[in-house]
């Protein structure tokens, strides 16, 4: 008996890595592992962790020394405060993936020289190769499962979210393919279709939240999932062609919720806009204030960053928070404002609200905190940029079957 409560205490709050050597100790282990409940404790314990939070890094660096040539590479970077210092410092522990991810080698694929990230959740990752295959994988459990080919036809160029449905308790890929526009000179609205991990299988859905009347909506740039809803930033455009495409796109943030499969969109604060002379309203601006626009889990709360490059004021990043969202409708108030710092090339993660990941223009990452206004140089270098995500060590199974 206490054996069993204490296996139940603490195996939920090991490590995944540690967790699989350890279903072959006993019997007993592997099935409590296994349990669907003990997954779900398990998967809780990790996001809620505050003590020290990990970042997946996708990178290139040099193959050996004897060569220019570059490769990629993937690594965990574990990050916590300690509070206990009186300098605040950060200490870190960098841990290289050992998996056929790590070389850029996907199962039934030939050669991917540089695949991309395309967004996480609950320990899986959606990454999209140079051909447009898809890719779900479990760095932590090291699974890995090539996704099947879209059930749409061809498209000229597409947008793609990955997350949970809280409801079917599946995770779900969407893909949003466009289409070039027609000879009448008319775009055509994106077409929408759905991977579900438990049919391993595309279809199509309906696409109506995506269009009005005169206009359709694009998502653009997967951002993240959180709470049932993938994120992308994305733009409004009319349905009929004009020749500066550009000038009449109304950027916004659109979401979808992975429930009901509905899109719903919300325009950026009015202060990112400078206003032409005598206009009313935002998509009338002469131009877009903000750059870089990424949007973030900041205190709990989804929050939209970017740095002002064009206003008369020097250079600044500013967070804003969605505020009564209610899953279809929010507002924008602004809580956060801080000036570059010399020799940062970008930012690359908020891993904290006050504890930010930085790349340098030399190619090494720092964390700042806002707060004491202090950087920490981290050991990790790359010679091109960065890609990075927050991750969830969990025990997701992708492959359709548990791992012995």
Aim: glycine share 6%; with cysteine; net charge negative.
């Amino acid at each position: 008996m206490w054996e069993e409560m204490a296996l139940r205490r603490i195996l939920p709050r090991l490590p995944s890595k540690s967790l699989m050597r350890f279903k072959c100790v006993r019997k007993s282990w592997y099935n409590e592992i296994n349990d669907p409940t003990f997954l779900e404790n398990h998967l809780s314990n990790s996001m809620h962790n505050k003590l020290s939070t990990c970042v997946l890094f996708s990178r290139f660096v040099q193959k050996d020394t004897n060569s220019d040539e570059k490769e990629l590479a993937f690594s965990f970077l574990y990050l916590r405060n300690d509070y206990d210092d009186a300098e605040n410092n950060v200490n870190f522990v960098v841990e290289d993936i050992k998996f056929p991810l790590s070389s850029g080698q996907f199962i039934g694929l030939d050669v991917i020289e540089s695949p991309s990230i395309i967004g996480h959740c609950d320990g899986v990752i959606c990454l999209s190769a140079c051909s447009g295959n898809l890719v779900l994988c479990n760095p932590a459990i090291n699974e890995i499962k090539l996704l099947p080919g879209s059930c749409l036809p061809d498209w000229w160029d597409c947008a793609v979210g990955f997350g949970y449905d809280p409801k079917s308790k599946d995770y779900k890929v969407n893909r949003i393919a466009t289409y070039q526009a027609e000879i009448d000179g008319l775009i055509p609205p994106p077409r929408v279709e759905i991977y579900t991990l438990s049919t391993d299988s595309w279809r199509e859905i309906k696409n109506n939240s995506l269009e009005t009347g005169t206009t359709c909506f694009f998502p653009d740039y997967f951002q993240m999932y959180f709470q049932g809803i993938c994120y992308w930033v994305g733009y409004e455009q009319p349905k009929q062609s004009v020749e500066y495409e550009d000038e009449e796109q109304k950027p916004m943030v659109i979401f979808f919720n992975t429930g009901d499969e509905i899109f719903h969109n919300i325009l950026f604060p009015d202060s990112f806009y400078m206003y032409e002379e005598g206009s009313a309203y935002a998509y009338e601006m002469s131009y877009i204030m903000y750059t870089d626009l990424r949007i973030i889990l900041w205190n709990g709360s989804v929050a939209l960053f970017g740095i002002n490059r064009f206003s008369a004021l020097p250079e600044s990043y500013g967070v804003w928070v969605l505020d009564d969202f209610d899953g279809a409708k929010g507002s924008w108030t602004k809580h956060l404002v801080f000036e570059p710092l010399v020799g940062i090339k970008r930012v690359l993660e908020f891993w904290k609200s006050d504890e930010i990941l930085m790349a340098t223009e030399d190619g090494d990452i720092v964390s700042y905190n806002l707060a004491t206004e202090k950087l920490k140089n981290l050991p990790m270098n790359s010679p091109s940029d960065f890609e990075t995500i927050v991750y969830v060590n969990s025990l997701v199974w992708i492959t359709g079957r548990q791992q012995a």
